[in-house]
């Protein structure tokens, strides 16, 4: 037996696209085959998925996609008080798989049948026990054997190559005809783990349908100067203000030493040191949260009154650029609020932007009433009741309540990422120093583009994802 891989995803892949295993099986063309998938947490005996697939009709090839279920083993991180490098174990996950296949079990025979006692003895290598249940058939439909045509019991056996069933020897015309010996509940072989496919990742990631076709994860595994980071942030043209936050995914590739560079517009570079060597590290990177750095040249901090951009890489021990530079200008428009949204963008990282204008907050009650049997009283012979008493009665009350924010001016790059803040299933409304868990109400949004106008203005509506209690 063999089976040969025909495709197969990237070794570290967006757990929301596609994950295509394609494997062909010299068996494939054998009654009741199947090719059967097992998934695996890597490197261990914990079985997360088993699939039977049965042979694409085309060409007979067996073809799975395993995106639904690694898909439910990735989640998010999201610490806001983390303002350093630290391993989001939420946001990969490792495994492997084990490719096999089975299909029912037939014994070919060619030799000619032989006389044993009364019966026919067939000649094959064989794995049949006496009193075994088995179904036979011959290469001519039992024309010449009409008798050793269909169901039979092995009634003896002499070795592994041979057996006899309870057919008679004298209704046999035809000793050379050939045929197949299976058994009567159709029992199939069972071989797992012919192939393997081992130390695979995926990412809380979800590329467009159009860009997909051209992932590779050797644009993301820092080894050059044009490898990207795990986020849609665009490369320049992103606004920030002073006291914003930024959270980057780096496809770190287990390195033990490296760094995150940090260039200004004053001149002055700082660095910090990425602590985890997983396949992913999650890095604070905002103006208002890159935390402690370590000056490489010039003075100051990394975000002076008079910075207007700055500049973040990956760096390998020896401070060789080995990921492309992500450049943030610093907004310092006045702002009449102060919040912020950070999102879950579509390559697991997480983005936010500035909502400095206006905001307006609105709640809307709504009420559940049933008009209850007020009991009253009885004064001397007559009824009577209070004026307290209630008759339409409220047994639930909900208050929800919305924020209406917006943006100031944004360039076309801020305006396209803000197309992942609008659709991002994941968001958080900063107030000031806290955050809460928010929900994105807008369900449309227009896409703009500098030909119509240069500078664009976002209005969204969010509510709470958890609203206040009340007393009843």
């Known amino acids: 037996m063999a089976i040969t891989k025909i495709a197969a995803p990237d070794n570290i892949t967006p757990a929301y696209n596609p994950i295509r295993y394609i494997y062909d099986s010299t068996n494939k063309n054998n009654t009741g085959f199947k090719y059967i998938f097992d998934v695996y947490l890597s490197g261990t005996a914990t079985k997360i998925g088993e699939y039977r697939v049965f042979p694409r009709y085309s060409d007979g090839y067996g073809d799975i996609d395993l995106s639904k279920l690694l898909s439910t083993k990735v989640t998010f991180d999201f610490t806001p008080s983390n303002d350093s490098s630290y391993d989001p174990t939420n946001s990969y996950y490792k495994y492997d798989v084990k490719i096999g296949e089975e299909y029912v079990t037939e014994v070919a025979y060619t030799a000619s049948l032989t006389q044993n006692g009364s019966y026919v003895k067939i000649t094959a290598t064989h794995a049949f026990q006496v009193g075994d249940q088995v179904s036979i058939t011959q290469a001519d439909g039992g024309v010449a054997n009409p008798s050793l045509e269909g169901l039979f019991t092995v009634t003896s056996i002499n070795t592994t190559v041979d057996f006899t069933v309870n057919s008679l020897w004298s209704e046999v015309t035809d000793a050379t005809i050939n045929g197949t010996v299976k058994y009567a509940d159709n029992r199939k072989t069972v071989t797992r783990a012919i192939a393997t496919e081992t130390d695979n990742y995926v990412f809380n990631g979800a590329l467009p349908w159009i ?6 994860f050797t644009s993301y595994t820092l080894n050059s100067a044009n490898d990207y980071m795990l986020t849609s942030m665009p490369l320049t043209g992103f606004y920030s203000t002073p006291d914003q936050d930024l959270w980057i995914n780096i496809g770190n590739n287990e390195y033990i030493t490296g760094f995150v560079y940090f260039e200004n517009s004053n001149g002055s570079v700082f660095k910090k040191a990425i602590t985890n060597n997983k396949v992913i590290t999650q890095v604070a990177v905002g103006a208002g949260n890159y935390g402690t750095l370590t000056t490489v040249s010039g ?18 021990d020896d401070g060789t650029q080995w990921s492309k530079k992500y450049r943030v200008n610093i907004d310092t428009r006045c702002k009449i609020e102060d919040y912020e949204i950070a999102f879950l963008d579509r390559m697991g990282s997480f983005g936010s932007f500035a909502f400095q204008l206006r905001a307006y907050e609105r709640g809307t009650s709504t009420k559940q009433n049933y008009n209850r049997h007020i009991t009253g009283s009885v004064s001397g012979t007559t009824w009577t009741y209070a004026t307290t008493d209630y008759g339409l009665s409220t047994f639930s009350s909900n208050v929800e309540k919305t924020l209406e924010l917006n943006t100031n001016w944004m360039s076309e790059e801020m305006a396209i990422y803000f197309e992942e803040l609008i659709t991002s299933p994941v968001t958080y409304l900063k107030d000031g120093s806290n955050y809460v868990a928010c929900i994105v109400t807008d369900s449309s949004f227009e896409v703009e583009k500098q030909r119509n106008k240069k500078l664009f203005k976002k209005t969204i509506t969010i509510k709470y994802a958890n609203q206040n209690n009340i007393n009843i």
């Open 211 to 216: 860009d997909f076709r051209s992932y590779v």
């Open 299 to 316: 003075s100051g901090t990394l975000v002076e009154s008079d910075t207007t951009y700055y500049d973040f890489y990956f760096t390998k």
